[in-house]
């Protein structure tokens, strides 16, 4: 395992970091698989990610990962407090209720927490999270009084993150991103902005997806390959996963090229060549990156949860792309990708499976 400095909050951590969502148990609304773990058997795989060099365990609050928080905790009493860099979460954006998170996650934790992030920062909750006295002030102020060491944003918005980059209170950010759906590394790594913060990476498998197509090895050195990345997160539930993420050494990182992804993709269904850049923008609405997403999650596996999310608008999307005259679109799109067509496409998709309604 090797190290990286964690922007500059001089923190050095385990290029590859410990996502905890397979360790939870509970019913929570997650994407990846998870095992049910008890407790003895989610310290026991903790562990062994330990003894194979990671520090750094990424998790969030009760319930949000289930009871993964808790047993952190436990592992981190375990091994020793000042072993780990614990990475917490929680999704509230007020100043006042990222307060109470804290404190509750401590509890749940029995100890601080190195990092805090609000969680799932989007473009309609960042005003509150970065206005005074929204979730950022109150970070702030729980750095000051030690009970985290360092604040963070985590979102899957390019926009919001860049904000992130730009505020003095913003430590590290945790973005999204894998050999795949690279467009907002690619962007990261031109903004110097982001020079200043440390970076983690999540969905680095892409929900468990990838794996089926890339080898754990190259899934993780293509992340890293981006050099502003501090540490690739991944959801560890088993022994046999952590030294998959874990287990080897590599002395150069390398991301294949975009084409490549694509001709792999191409064998099992027909990919649409957008990398999630976030550079194309909808006046109607339509989360253009985030419907493509759930087009590739259908055919690479999660077949369910995409048709359901995909349904939720799909309808309304194609509808206003047949009424749209100005397509801003297609001229933000650096791959050329025809979206209005897509999105037709990707609504007859819906229309064709009504079963999964009934
Ligand atoms: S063509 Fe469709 S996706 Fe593109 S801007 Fe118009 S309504 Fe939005
Ligand atoms: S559709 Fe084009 S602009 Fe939009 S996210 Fe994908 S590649 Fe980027």
Do not use: A, G
């Given at each position: 395992m090797k190290y990286r400095k964690l922007g500059n909050t001089g923190l050095q951590v385990s290029e590859v970091g410990f996502g905890t969502i397979p360790i939870l148990q509970g019913n929570v609304p997650v994407l990846p698989n998870y095992y049910n773990l008890e407790e003895t058997q989610a310290i026991a795989v903790m562990e062994h990610a330990y003894h194979l060099g990671c520090n750094l365990y990424d998790t969030a609050i009760v319930p949000e990962y289930g009871d993964a928080e808790i047993k952190l905790g436990k592992f981190a009493a375990k091994i020793g407090r000042e072993q780990l860099i614990i990475s917490d979460k929680a999704r509230f954006f007020s100043g006042n209720e990222i307060y109470q998170a804290v404190e509750e996650s401590c509890k749940n934790l029995g100890t601080y927490a190195d990092i805090y992030f609000v969680h799932q920062v989007d473009p309609e909750n960042m005003e509150e999270v970065f206005q005074k006295d929204g979730a950022l002030d109150a970070l702030t102020e729980l750095k000051a009084c030690g009970k985290i060491r360092f604040a963070g944003i985590a979102s899957h918005y390019y926009d919001v993150l860049l904000r992130g980059a730009s505020d003095?209170?913003?430590?590290v950010l945790q973005a999204s991103g894998n050999l795949f759906e690279r467009g907002m590394l690619e962007r990261i790594m031109k903004?110097?902005?982001?020079?200043e913060k440390g970076i983690l990476v999540n969905k680095v498998f892409a929900a468990g997806l990838l794996p089926a197509f890339f080898s754990a090895k190259s899934l993780i050195e293509a992340v890293l390959s981006?050099?502003?990345?501090?540490c690739a997160l991944i959801g560890i539930g088993q022994p046999w996963q952590a030294d998959a993420a874990m287990g080897w050494e590599t002395k150069k990182y390398s991301c294949p090229p975009f084409s490549y992804i694509l001709s792999v993709l191409e064998k099992e269904f027909d990919p649409?060549?957008?990398?999630?850049?976030?550079?194309c923008y909808c006046p109607y609405g339509t989360e253009i990156h985030t419907i493509f997403r759930q087009y590739h999650y259908y055919f690479m596996g999660k077949d369910y949860w995409a048709l359901r999310k995909l349904n939720l608008g799909i309808q309304q999307s194609a509808e206003q792309c047949r009424k749209c005259?100005?397509?801003?679109c297609l001229s933000a799109c650096p791959a050329h990708i025809r979206i209005p067509d897509e999105i037709q496409k990707l609504e007859k998709l819906v229309k064709d499976h009504p079963i999964w309604w009934d």
């Open positions: 003095s209170r913003v430590d903004e110097p902005l982001f020079s981006y050099q502003k990345v501090s649409i060549p957008c990398n999630r850049c976030q550079k005259t100005i397509m801003p």
